[in-house]
């Protein structure tokens, strides 16, 4: 159960509030003329989110623009390797000078 502390008590000592909370995770009820107003309490980290939710958030925030179509490697072919390209470099700067 929460502890109820008076708003004068809480800014009189918040920073001793903040420790307690942190350290025991209990939260503390600050009431504003006898009335409950706020509640301090430990910070819960969000949970880790996959990769495809966080994709998915940003594209519904707009963040993000899917691809139309999905990615085939097998459609990349290689550039044709031929030997001496440094031969071939060294001599084009030769030639320019």
């Keep these: 159960m929460s502890e ?3 708003l004068y008590d809480a800014k009189a000592h918040f920073s001793a509030l903040v420790k307690q909370v942190r350290e025991t995770g209990v939260s503390v ?3 504003v003329h006898g009335q409950p107003a706020v ?3 430990p910070y819960a980290a969000p949970a880790p ?3 495809e939710e966080r994709l998915k ?3 519904a925030r707009g963040e993000l ?3 139309k179509r999905k990615f085939n490697p097998s459609a990349w072919t290689a550039g044709v390797r031929r030997p001496g390209a440094l031969k071939r470099f ?3 700067r030769r ?3």
Excluded: K, N, T, Y
């Design 95 to 97: 030639s320019d000078e």
């Design 4 to 6: 109820l502390i008076p």
């Design 29 to 31: 009820v600050v009431s």
């Design 49 to 51: 989110q996959s990769i």
């Design 57 to 59: 958030e940003m594209e």
């Design 90 to 92: 060294l001599e084009e």
């Design 39 to 41: 509640e301090i309490r």
């Design 65 to 67: 623009i899917p691809a």
